[in-house]
Structure formats: structure tokens, C-alpha cells
């Protein structure tokens, strides 16, 4: 009798960690991975631009978009790491239309320079993907907050830049990158006026809660930004990607850089998989209608009133253009 309790037992434990083992593998599948673009339209003739592109799910929606016959700009800060990502994005999508332009989202200089830059040299804008981001404590070359100067307030400047080009080539669509993370989120206006940055504070406290508040700011201005271009044939769409194993926290201190590394494992998707919902809303027909809306999942997602404020939204627009100068 102890022998087969014993039998019993080991066979009780060996089933408990194969359910679990299944029961992992169908959180991974459902809930992390989740649905995948669908569409199968093709992009010959069209033009887009993609920030940060030299690395993560910006450098893979470039590939998947040259693949689908689109001309492609990477538009990235580092010369050398975008050059490199040139080669990469060419042999990996088998074309020969993708272009590197230098662009530093944390100098108004360098995005009023790649505006004029690239209107002189491309007479098209289909989809401008605002994909770069950034999790670090500095200072742009324009005295704001890098965090809050590069989410927000460079990708402001450049789409502002391009609008034009956008309306004339519609229907285009405008892109923001942001994140579930903008649920935590808030906007301190008192602090962005005295301070110029989102709030105080150095702490890793600190530094997720003004992440967080940069991706509130990426939905608010798409919110706003629909607003504005009603009666065009331009339309925007904010984004979660979902939590991705990228290079978004490579200049965070070691601790966080580990514990982000270890739950990469299981709760992070690859950049592939991050860039479903991307492609989805540059790709999908039929969504114009929800213009300003947010997309997680390649799903159009409700959120919260703070995240679709008309007042805020409008008050964010304002003191932006302010910041920047248009």
C-alpha cells in the first residue's frame, strides 16, 4: 500500500506541472502574444516613415512594410546604428526602398531639419509611424525633460511638420506608439510650465511614473490630433504594442535592466510580435471611422476619461505648440 501511495503521488505531482506547463503555454499564446495583423494589402507607391527603426518593433514594422512594397525612411537618431539597420531592414524585406534619414527627436534642430530634408527629397507620406521612445533621466538639447522632449514633444513637432504633405497624399494615417502604461499616467501642467518636464524626481519610482505620463500624452495628442483633421482624409490611431523584449530600457539602471531581462522570458513578446498592432492600423481598411481612437491587441480599445479629455487634450496641444515654437 505505501509503494502505490507513493506511485499515486508522483503521478498527481508529474499531471499538476504538465496542466501547468499547458496552462502557461495558453496564457503565453492568449494573453501575452495575443492576435497578429490580418491584412494582406500591399504599400507599392506609398511612402513611410518609421522612428527609432534602428532596433526593436520600429526596425521589424520597417521590414514587414518593405516587404508589402512600401518605400521606407528610418528615421533614427544614431548614424551609425541606423546605417547598420539599413543593411539589416534591405536584405531581410529583399528591398531596395528603404532609405535612413538622421533624425534626433531630442533636438528641435534635427527635426526641422529632417522635415526639410525629406520634403525636398520625397514627393510622398502615407503613414508616419511614431514609434521612438525612450525611458531615461536628461535633458533635450532644448531644456525639456528627454523623457517628456522625446515621446511627446519631438514626435509633436515632426508630425506638425508634415501634416501638409500627409493631407495632400490622403489617405494617409498618423501613428502614435504608446502604452497601457498611460492608464498610470497624469499630466502635471503647473510642473511642465515651471519645469518643463512631466514631473520631479530622479527615483525608478520617478522614472516610470514621467514614462508613464509621456505614453498619456501620446493618447491625449492623438485624441486631439483627430479632432483636427476632421474634414481630411488623414486619420490617427494610438497604440499599445504590449510589453516587448527591446532595447526600451538599455539606459536604465542594472537592477531594472535585470528584472526587465527575467520577465522577458515568459511575459514579453518578441518585436514581431509587438508590431502586430502597429502593422494592424497602418494596414487594416475600414477603420477610419475611428480616427483618434486607442489599439491594443489589434483591437480598438475603450480607456479612461483622462485619456480621451477634450479640455486636457486641447491644453496639451496649446502649451506643445508653445514649447516648440509653431
Request: charged content about 20%; hydrophobic content about 40%.
Amino acid at each position: 500500500l505505501p509503494q502505490c501511495s507513493s506511485k499515486a503521488g508522483t503521478m498527481f505531482y508529474i499531471l499538476l506541472v504538465l496542466g501547468l506547463v499547458v496552462l502557461a503555454y495558453i496564457f503565453r499564446q492568449v494573453v501575452v502574444i495575443g492576435k497578429s495583423c490580418k491584412s494582406n494589402a500591399k504599400l507599392h507607391g506609398k511612402t513611410v516613415i518609421v522612428t527609432g527603426s534602428n532596433t526593436g518593433i520600429g526596425k521589424t514594422t520597417a521590414i514587414e512594410l518593405a516587404k508589402r512594397g512600401a518605400r521606407v525612411i528610418l528615421a533614427c537618431r544614431s548614424k551609425q546604428r541606423g546605417e547598420a539597420a539599413l543593411q539589416d531592414v534591405k536584405r531581410e524585406s529583399g528591398s531596395n526602398q528603404v532609405v535612413f534619414m538622421q533624425l534626433d527627436l531630442a533636438s528641435f534642430k534635427s527635426v526641422r531639419s529632417f522635415a526639410e530634408n525629406f520634403l525636398k527629397t520625397e514627393p510622398r507620406l502615407d503613414i508616419l509611424i511614431n514609434n521612438a521612445g525612450l525611458h531615461i533621466f536628461d535633458r533635450t538639447e532644448d531644456g525639456f525633460g528627454m523623457t517628456f522632449g522625446v515621446n511627446h514633444l519631438g514626435h509633436f513637432l515632426l508630425t506638425n511638420l508634415l501634416l501638409d504633405r500627409l493631407k495632400e497624399c490622403g489617405p494617409s494615417r498618423v501613428l502614435n506608439v504608446s502604452s497601457t502604461m498611460h492608464n498610470v499616467g497624469s499630466i502635471d501642467f503647473d510642473c511642465l510650465n515651471t519645469h518643463k518636464d512631466l514631473r520631479k524626481g530622479t527615483s525608478i519610482l520617478d522614472g516610470i511614473r514621467i514614462y508613464s505620463d509621456s505614453k498619456l500624452c501620446n493618447v491625449l495628442f492623438t485624441h486631439e490630433l483627430a479632432k483636427r483633421l476632421k474634414g481630411t482624409k488623414v486619420t490617427c490611431y494610438s497604440i499599445h504594442p504590449g510589453g516587448i523584449k527591446t532595447e526600451l530600457a538599455r539606459n536604465t539602471d542594472a537592477a531594472s535592466q535585470m528584472i526587465l531581462s527575467n520577465l522577458g522570458m515568459f511575459f514579453m513578446k518578441t518585436p514581431l510580435q509587438g508590431s502586430q498592432t502597429t502593422l494592424h492600423c497602418a494596414l487594416q481598411e475600414g477603420i477610419e471611422h475611428l480616427s483618434g481612437r486607442y489599439f491594443s491587441n489589434c483591437t480598438v480599445r475603450n480607456v479612461f476619461a483622462k485619456a480621451r479629455d477634450d479640455a486636457a487634450s486641447k491644453k496639451l496641444w496649446e502649451i506643445s505648440e508653445r514649447f516648440c515654437g509653431i
